[in-house]
């Protein structure tokens, strides 16, 4: 539950799927006297709901989200109805060249105390010298250049150089090429790295969108391997098989998804 907020503070609103995440941006908040927390909210058709309500004066804003992501959420408010944003990412150094380019604050996680506290600045006098209206223009041209792009996946070659997973309360980044294979459980991602696993909030079909055709190959409606580390097809029985992994695990390969696996194997010779 919220306080309403002072007339003589700043309203403050949090948007990030992690709750660690939010949790360590309160904490960072902690001690500005002029900072009120009105809201905060762990996904994007919430977020909406509670922006139109509380109207914060700044928004710390996760970009990558399931579902609604943040800039979803800013096409479906209103300009007036719009905060001056700080954006928190884990984009790489090609995607942050947008945000620097239009001029809109971000933080790149896991956050740095001395770069929050410059970001915060910025957003202060932002909304004391009532320049919003330019603020929005820019987050508009920031929207409109990442139309119809994932926005994970602006590498140079068009796929994920990097994969981030919040994990209780930790952020890996993990390369493509250190994934052995990947299965959905329940409105999870698990990766399968080197023996351990971690959880993503994610769907299958977006997950399979930012990674590399030739390298990922979805063997089974709710797994997908990573084809450098295939040693062998086994068969199984009735004409179907088991994908075997270099570390020896065995997956189920799908009827369905037969062809398609055996197509890019053959690729590969």
């Known amino acids: 539950?919220?306080?309403?907020?002072?007339?003589?503070?700043?309203?403050?609103m949090i948007v990030d799927d992690e709750p660690a995440a939010r949790r360590g941006v309160k904490l960072l908040l902690q001690?500005?006297?002029d900072i009120e927390v009105v809201g905060e909210a762990g996904e994007g058709e919430s977020a909406v709901r509670l922006l139109k309500k509380y109207q914060p004066d700044i928004l710390f804003l996760d970009v990558q989200m399931p579902g609604l992501d943040g800039f979803g959420v800013l096409k479906a408010l209103e300009a007036h109805e719009r905060p001056v944003v700080i954006f928190a990412t884990a984009f790489n150094e090609h995607a942050l060249k947008a945000f620097e380019v239009h001029a809109v604050d971000y933080l790149?996680?896991?956050l740095d105390d001395d770069r929050f506290k410059a970001a915060l600045n910025r957003a202060r006098e932002a909304v004391r010298s009532r320049s919003t209206l330019?603020?929005?223009?820019?987050?508009d041209q920031l929207i409109?250049?990442?139309e119809g792009n994932a926005v994970n996946d602006l590498d140079a070659g068009g796929f994920n150089d990097r994969i981030m997973v919040?994990?209780?309360g930790e952020i890996f980044f993990l390369k493509p090429s250190e994934i052995d294979w990947?299965?959905?459980e329940g409105d999870y991602m698990k990766f399968h790295v080197g023996g351990k696993s971690h959880l993503m909030r994610e769907t299958m079909a977006r997950l399979e969108a930012r990674l590399d055709p030739k390298r990922f190959v979805r063997i089974h409606r709710s797994t997908i391997v990573n084809l450098d580390g295939v040693r062998k097809l086994s068969p199984s029985f009735a004409g179907e098989y088991v994908v075997v992994l270099a570390d020896g695990t065995k997956l189920k390969l799908s009827r369905g998804y037969q062809d398609r696996l055996q197509t890019h194997l053959k690729g590969l010779l």
């Not at 539950?1 to 403050?12: C, I, K, T, Y």
Request: charged residues 20%; aromatic residues 6%; glycine residues 4%.
């Open 134 to 139: 330019a603020l929005n223009a820019k987050v």
């Open 144 to 146: 409109a250049q990442f």
């Open 182 to 184: 990947i299965e959905a």
């Open 108 to 110: 790149l996680k896991p």
């Open 1 to 12: 539950m919220f306080n309403s907020p002072s007339a003589s503070s700043l309203r403050v």
């Open 31 to 33: 001690g500005e006297r």
């Open 166 to 168: 919040k994990s209780a």
